[in-house]
Nanobody, 125 residues
Framework: QVQLSESGGDSVEAGGSLTLSCVNNGYTVYKMAWFRQAPGKEREGVATIYNPTGRTYYADSVKGRFVISRDNAKATAWLQMNNLKPEDTAMYYC????????????????????WGRGTQVTVSP
């Protein structure tokens, strides 16, 4: 069983920064990712990391502003979000899988088996 728990969501002003955390309290996973979903919009893959190597992929909308990282010993992944914009406002979800294939398709929600409950990020103008 894999149980993911997110934290770190908050309300900030545009240009600010936040760091989200995701702790895995279960079996080892090989890919972890962050997704977000704003009201009325589809869930969007933001960033993903392959735990054995640290290789990452990012959505174009966050490249250069967000950084995903992990500590395998702590079974934790983080999403450092810089220069936040109002359009980054959404519920952010941590996701994970024990699958080992890793490509740009790893930003698709269908590639993940385990999900956290989400943490809200609100960015005001």
């Amino acid at each position: 069983q894999v149980q993911l728990s997110e934290s770190g969501g908050d309300s900030v002003e545009a240009g600010g920064s936040l760091t989200l955390s995701c702790v895995n309290n279960g079996y080892t996973v090989y890919k972890m990712a962050w997704f977000r979903q704003a009201p009325g919009k589809e869930r969007e893959g933001v960033a993903t990391i392959y735990n054995p190597t640290g290789r990452t992929y990012y959505a174009d909308s966050v490249k250069g502003r967000f950084v995903i990282s992990r500590d395998n010993a702590k079974a934790t992944a983080w999403l450092q979000m810089n220069n936040l914009k109002p359009e980054d406002t959404a519920m952010y979800y941590c996701a994970a899988t024990r699958e080992t294939d890793f490509s740009t398709s790893s930003l698709l929600a269908e590639k993940y088996d385990f999900w956290g409950r989400g943490t809200q990020v609100t960015v005001s103008p």
